[in-house]
């Protein structure tokens, strides 16, 4: 770090595509009731059929469909009734030419029948005999025995974050463990000596209470992740490089708050470099610019600027999707996006990528500003907006997408 100039500065873009660690959490198996949200280590294929039979979706009547070409409700088709199929069992009835079976909704399809007829395009018209106002194409009011999953094919991919459908269609084929990736273990270091633990009751004149820490974790939680908190380490290089090493052990992601910057005081790069290979250091961001990426012996480290907002929106913009990768996802489920139109004009200088915090108010957005030190500023803020590295800024009324904070 010669002349403590930037190591070597990308873009958001170029870290998302060009710094990807190949490490990935080991495979272990979940019961579905806690598989949410885990990601499948394989496709997770159907041993059989579904639903296993043909079925209907309605209520009504199943009848061959050419017995019902012509009907209207002027000149109705009539079918004699041959009977009811019974939920949950087989029928015990098939649909003779000229006749019909009553059948429920998931009801089994009678041999004989290839449609069903909804009960409101029918009636009574005597005891035995269904008059029929609407004509059906076969296939009609019914499901296939393999409609929903063939046998042999998919439930669900591997690679996708298990969604609730998801657990509810590898419970219909019987699946009641899946194979996972592990959530991946995140070790967060906090560095500087002005930074004290949150239960510090009083502070001295310069002093902070570690709150970076916490917002981290809760990051790495809503990512899937474990986080462990490894603790402040003081502006010590050997002691840094110490807890480095202890860390890298365990973790499969290990997380550095402040330190990073160029300056005097900094210890996480020197630390770094004996450790493993600087991917970067810096990237082409506002706020969050001295941001490090390393590869300690196959384990990604991410060291983050000092300032909590700063630290929080780089993590979430390049953390949050390596921690999805660590745990066997490409690419992380997307965040939800909604469109508003800019309250005020908002500056941006070209050649960085500028995260504009937000707060809206209907279709509003009214950019939130205040120093990258105050955590105030994304409390506050609703999500953030995106101004890309040509713009030189967005004048009001621009619409914009705003990616939400859940």
Request: hydrophobic content about 45%; charged content about 20%.
């Amino acid at each position: 770090m010669s002349g403590r100039e930037f190591f070597a500065t990308r873009t958001v873009a170029e870290a998302l595509e060009g710094f990807r660690p190949a490490r990935r959490t080991r495979i272990e198996p979940v019961p579905l009731a806690a598989a949410l949200h885990r990601v499948p280590a394989a496709d997770v294929p159907a041993g059989a059929p579904l639903p296993g039979f043909a079925k209907s979706t309605v209520d009504g009547y199943a009848v061959r469909a050419a017995d019902t070409y012509g009907a209207s409700e002027g000149l109705p088709s009539y079918l004699d009734l041959a009977g009811a199929v019974r939920m949950g069992v087989a029928p015990t009835v098939a649909v003779p030419p000229g006749g019909c079976v009553a059948v429920p909704t998931g009801g089994v399809l009678p041999d004989g029948a290839d449609a069903v007829v909804m009960v409101e395009h029918t009636a009574e018209s005597m005891p035995g005999t269904i008059e029929v106002t609407r004509p059906v194409a076969p296939g009609a009011g019914t499901v296939r025995a393999d409609e929903d999953v063939a046998a042999g094919a998919s439930l669900v991919p591997g690679g996708r974050p298990l969604r609730a459908p998801d657990l509810g269609l590898l419970a219909a084929a019987g699946v009641t463990e899946v194979e996972v990736h592990a959530r991946p273990v995140v070790a967060i270091v906090s560095t500087g000596d002005e930074v004290v633990p949150p239960s510090t009751v009083a502070l001295r004149p310069g002093q902070v209470r570690d709150a970076t820490a916490s917002a981290l974790a809760g990051l790495v939680q809503d990512a899937g992740g474990d986080p462990v908190l490894a603790g402040i380490v003081g502006d010590d290089a050997e002691a840094l490089e110490a807890t480095l090493r202890e860390c890298l052990r365990d973790a499969d992601l290990v997380v550095v708050s402040a330190g990073s910057s160029v300056g005097a005081r900094d210890e996480t790069a020197g630390a770094v470099e004996r450790l493993g290979t600087i991917w970067c250091h810096g990237l082409a961001v506002k706020p969050g610019k001295p941001t490090l990426l390393a590869d300690c012996a196959g384990v990604p480290l991410i060291g983050l600027p000092g300032n909590p907002l700063s630290a929080l929106v780089v993590f979430r913009l390049v953390g949050v999707p390596l921690l999805w990768r660590l745990a066997g996802c490409p690419a992380p489920p997307p965040e939800p996006t909604s469109r508003a139109r800019l309250a005020r004009d908002v500056a941006s200088a070209a050649g960085r990528l500028d995260i504009v915090q937000v707060a809206l108010h209907d279709d509003v957005a009214e950019p939130v500003f205040g120093p990258s030190a105050l955590l105030s500023v994304l409390t506050r803020a609703d999500g953030y907006v995106r101004i890309p590295e040509p713009a030189t800024g967005l004048a009001a009324g621009t619409e914009v997408e705003v990616v939400r904070y859940r």
